[in-house]
């Protein structure tokens, strides 16, 4: 089994920073990309940003300049940096993996539970 657990939401006023963490656990062989994405009240689930396991990025227009998006492979683990938060960014952030639970087995993708970052402005 294979679980992504977030962790770093909150609320904040426009203009601060948060950092979210994403931990994957469990029977993970090798993990390829992991990704943010967001969701707020009425709209579609969004990429926010994404990272290969060589570390190349990509992410959304919205957010360029402002996030980063990091990970530690050693840890399992995917990080999002969000500075000069805006009240648009308010939504429930996921965290998005592809991997390997063998050498065996074929990519799945995993979705964590989310976490909620409120803005104000």
């Known amino acids: 089994q294979v679980q992504l657990v977030e962790s770093g939401g909150g609320l904040v006023q426009a203009g601060e920073s948060l950092r979210l963490s994403c931990a994957a656990s469990?029977?993970?062989?090798?993990?390829?990309?992991m990704a943010w994405y967001r969701q707020a009240p009425g709209k579609q689930r969004e990429l926010v940003a994404a990272i290969t396991s060589g570390a190349s990025t990509n992410y959304a227009d919205f957010v360029k300049g402002r996030f980063t998006i990091s990970r530690d492979n050693a840890k399992n683990t995917v990080y999002l940096q969000m500075n000069s938060l805006k009240p648009e960014d308010t939504a429930v952030y996921y965290c998005?993996?592809?991997?390997?639970?063998?050498?065996?087995?074929?990519?799945?993708?995993?979705w964590g539970q989310g976490t909620q970052v409120t803005v104000s402005s």
């Open positions: 998005n993996a592809d991997l390997k639970r063998s050498f065996y087995s074929y990519d799945n993708t995993y």
């Open positions: 469990g029977t993970i062989f090798r993990i390829n990309a």
